[in-house]
Nanobody, 113 residues
Framework: VQLVESGGGLVQPGGSLRLSCAAS????????MSWYRRAPGKERELVAR????????NYADSVKGRFTISRDNAKNTVFLQMSSLKPEDTAVYFC???????WGQGTQVTVSS
């Protein structure tokens, strides 16, 4: 199993970023997928989750209305569109296969002026 995140970077407050997680080595469409993040000095937290065919999503209260999770099962990829970014969104973002020990290596998102 391999999960490779991309799309992180430095962005100003109010800006947007789109994270991608390319998956391989398992039947992608059979699994819920999640994005987590870990900010400096904080515990890892669930940001968003999407069902295996994308019909159901859920979000942390802190990102509702600003972040959107989606997936493309034909491309084995899950996305996290992040808008109206705030400094408190600064973290390493990881994708995860639900109910597994499979994690990506993470991508750094820094929101700063």
């Amino acid at each position: 199993v391999q999960l490779v995140e991309s799309g992180g970077g430095l962005v100003q407050p109010g800006g947007s970023l789109r994270l991608s997680c390319a998956a391989s080595g398992f039947t992608f469409s059979s699994y819920y997928m999640s994005w987590y993040r870990r900010a400096p000095g904080k515990e890892r937290e669930l940001v968003a989750r999407i069902s295996n065919f994308g019909g159901a999503t859920n979000y942390a209260d802190s990102v509702k209305g600003r972040f959107t999770i989606s997936r493309d099962n034909a491309k084995n990829t899950v996305f996290l569109q992040m808008s109206s970014l705030k400094p408190e969104d600064t973290a390493v973002y990881f994708c995860h296969v639900r109910n597994s020990n499979y994690w990506g290596q993470g991508t750094q998102v820094t929101v700063s002026s």
